[in-house]
């Protein structure tokens, strides 16, 4: 089993930066890829951005060169640079892994992008 906690979320202006945190309770390693999704009110959840054992990484079309995702193995965190914050990045952010074939989700963090 896996316990996931995000953090970091919060109230921003336009054109402000964040960075979220997902603390795994097992190792990073232990994961093929981990990932963030986001959901804005009304809409489906959505991938953000992607990240593969190997180093590998997708994003989003809206925000590839604005949005970094990394990780710590030491810290066992998985964490999301966020520049260039626009309005339409408003939602609750949610980390997620895979691991034995099952799901797991965090509880999510709130970012808010006010104009």
């Known amino acids: 089993q896996v316990q996931l906690v995000e953090s970091g979320g919060g109230l921003v202006q336009a054109g402000g930066s964040l960075r979220l945190s997902c603390a795994s309770s097992?190792?990073?390693?232990?994961?093929?890829?981990v990932a963030w999704y986001r959901q804005a009110p009304g809409k489906q959840r959505e991938l953000v951005a992607r990240?593969?054992?190997?180093?590998?990484?997708n994003y989003a079309d809206s925000v590839k060169g604005r949005f970094t995702i990394s990780r710590d193995n030491a810290k066992k965190s998985i964490d999301l640079q966020m520049n260039g914050l626009k309005p339409l990045d408003t939602a609750v952010y949610y980390c997620?892994?895979?691991?034995?074939?099952?799901?797991?989700w965090g509880q999510g963090t709130q970012v808010t992008v006010s104009s």
């Open positions: 997620n892994v895979v691991y034995g074939g099952i799901l797991y």
């Open positions: 097992r190792s990073i390693s232990s994961f093929n890829h």
């Open positions: 990240l593969t054992n190997g180093g590998f990484t």
